[in-house]
């Protein structure tokens, strides 16, 4: 099935790497990694529990997508590239950022072609800048392009949309990242498959459960939906509950396709000194017509918290008072 060695070697190397890659102090389990027709998975989907899924073909077509062909193909628009001088990349909310106007960004949001981002990355230097490409794939793209992403196994994923009852597809980003940059924790409000093209990726997942132990930045702030924890030097005065995390842990290699569900935590990294990554996600609404039981799921009740604190802070229109009401509203009444 492989061609040009894609895919080849992906299990050998999985098994390696987490000798490699930097460890924390949380304990985490393995996600499992199984092939796409195990009884097994569809069990774990409907549960929304994430899972590696192996032999999808869902981005065959583009095996051959390294930084030389997208550089020849992908067109002269411009792509939303992210930078910062760390390998981690916070990101942030412009709309929000007037809430905070002395916040300082650790990540800068550029726009440039993907030949000049392909130029800094090539000639990047101890100390330079580190940059991250994160472009939807629209009509923007090169005829190549094209015919690539037409050529997905979109008859298998469209399958999955149905099976699952998931709303509209809503995105296909594409993701090209420099060695070692990392995503810091952070969950979405999509169900995602994210395939991996080239490179490998590792995954530090965590359950809905573990809100409390993550410390969500507030529904205003610009870094909304990340955690407020540094996870290589944490807090444990401001964030005691983050000695109780745990987590799960995924290595995704090409050919790969991680089920990533809806509200669960995740930090993305590229695993150091295995050279650049190329991934695309496929972003889901989630089903409409899912009823409220009892006891309440920790996706739910996720929801329901970011819901209650949305429609707070529009109420208020002033983020300042909204840490007061909210702390008013509990204590005396619910401690």
Request: aromatic content about 14%.
């Amino acid at each position: 099935m492989a061609t040009n060695g894609w895919k080849e070697n992906v299990e050998e190397t999985v098994r390696n790497i987490p000798r490699e890659v930097k460890q924390y102090s949380f304990q985490t389990e393995p996600i499992p990694r199984l092939k796409y027709n195990d009884p097994e998975v569809e069990a774990l989907i409907r549960n929304e529990r994430p899972v590696i899924l192996t032999d999808t073909d869902l981005v065959k077509s583009a095996q051959h997508w390294n930084l030389d062909y997208l550089y020849s193909n992908i067109g002269s628009g411009k792509h939303t590239v992210y930078s910062s001088f760390k390998n981690k990349f916070l990101y942030y909310d412009d709309k929000k950022l007037p809430n905070f106007p002395n916040l300082v960004l650790q990540t800068n949001h550029e726009e440039m072609t993907f030949q000049e981002f392909t130029e800094k990355v090539r000639n990047h230097k101890t100390g330079d800048k580190i940059y991250y490409l994160q472009q939807a794939l629209n009509d923007s793209v090169g005829k190549s392009i094209v015919v690539d992403f037409v050529k997905f196994n979109w008859s298998w994923i469209t399958e999955q949309q149905k099976k699952y009852k998931w709303g509209a597809l809503t995105s296909n980003l594409l993701l090209v990242g420099m060695d070692g940059v990392i995503t810091p924790a952070h969950y979405d409000e999509q169900q995602n498959f994210f395939a991996q093209i080239g490179g490998y990726k590792r995954f530090l997942l965590f359950d809905p459960s573990m809100f409390e132990c993550l410390y969500p930045f507030p529904v205003y702030h610009p870094h909304d939906r990340q955690s407020q924890v540094d996870f290589d030097s944490p807090d444990l005065r401001r964030f005691p509950k983050f000695q109780d995390l745990r987590g799960y842990e995924a290595i995704v290699g090409p050919g790969d396709v991680l089920y990533l569900p809806i509200y669960w935590w995740h930090q993305v990294e590229s695993v150091p000194n295995r050279g650049m990554t190329f991934s695309v996600n496929f972003w889901y609404k989630s089903g409409s017509d899912e009823k409220i039981s009892y006891p309440l799921k920790p996706q739910q009740k996720v929801a329901m918290m970011r819901n209650i604190e949305k429609m707070v802070t529009s109420a208020i229109n002033n983020h300042e008072e909204v840490p007061h009401l909210m702390r008013t509203m509990v204590l005396g009444r619910y401690t």
